[in-house]
């Protein structure tokens, strides 16, 4: 396992961290890595999703007029 070390950490932030870990029966340690893997998981699938976008955007044929989703909810309400 890799090792962080962590020297200009406010005292609020390592406050903060340390009553989290408490709450959650975690040590310090667990606590970090876990917050650490969720924030770099989240960015991970945050480049998946525009990605994907992307992809989708780029299926769209170029210079054809696409309706605006509220005209197509509206009409859709009318029904």
């Not at 890595?33 to 525009?50: F, K, P, S």
């Not at 780029?58 to 605006?68: E, I, L, R, S």
Request: proline share 1%; net charge negative; hydrophobic share 45%.
């Amino acid at each position: 396992m890799m090792q962080i070390v962590l020297e200009h950490l406010d005292e609020a932030t390592f406050a903060n961290l340390s009553a989290l870990a408490k709450l959650n029966r975690l040590s310090l340690e667990e606590q970090a890595e876990r917050i650490l893997t969720e924030a770099v998981d989240m960015r991970v699938r945050r480049r998946r999703r525009v990605e994907s976008a992307d992809r989708i955007a780029a299926m769209t044929p170029k210079g054809v007029a696409q309706t605006d989703s509220v005209v197509l909810l509206r009409e859709d309400r009318d029904q």
